[in-house]
């Protein structure tokens, strides 16, 4: 499987982006899809997760991503959308795509994630 995550760029805080991760090499309807972010000195955060078709298709959040993210999935284009919106200072981060096919108690831990996209780098002006 590789993954690509692009969309992410320089935005004013209170502004919106929708990020965007393609997929190919397998059928991508079997993996659980999520985003996840970094920044430099610390791990990689957990952010949002869809379920593979298979586990029911669910959105999962991090607490700290409730109410302005939202995770979709395509799989007529095999891409996976992460829409931000009202952009904080304190999401400026790699953002980053991954695809795990493991139990639905991991959907939260980047160390089951087997594959990763290379990160679209999203910065937030004050």
């Known amino acids: 499987v590789q993954l690509q995550a692009y969309g992410g760029g320089l935005v004013q805080a209170g502004g919106s982006l929708r990020l965007s991760c393609t997929a190919s090499g397998d059928n991508l309807r079997n993996y659980h899809m999520g985003w996840f972010r970094q920044t430099p000195g610390k791990e990689r955060e957990f952010i949002a997760a869809?379920?593979?078709?298979?586990?029911?298709?669910?959105?999962y959040y991090a607490d700290s991503a409730k109410g302005r993210f939202t995770i979709s999935r395509d799989h007529a284009k095999a891409a996976t959308y992460l829409q931000i919106n009202s952009l904080k200072p304190e999401d400026a981060a790699i953002y980053y795509c991954?695809?795990?096919?493991?139990?639905?108690?991991?959907?939260?831990?980047?160390?089951?994630?087997?594959?990763w996209g290379r990160g679209t780098l999203v910065t937030v002006s004050s």
């Open positions: 991954g695809a795990s096919r493991v139990a639905l108690s991991g959907i939260d831990q980047a160390n089951h994630y087997l594959y």
């Open positions: 869809r379920s593979r078709s298979g586990s029911g298709g669910n959105a």
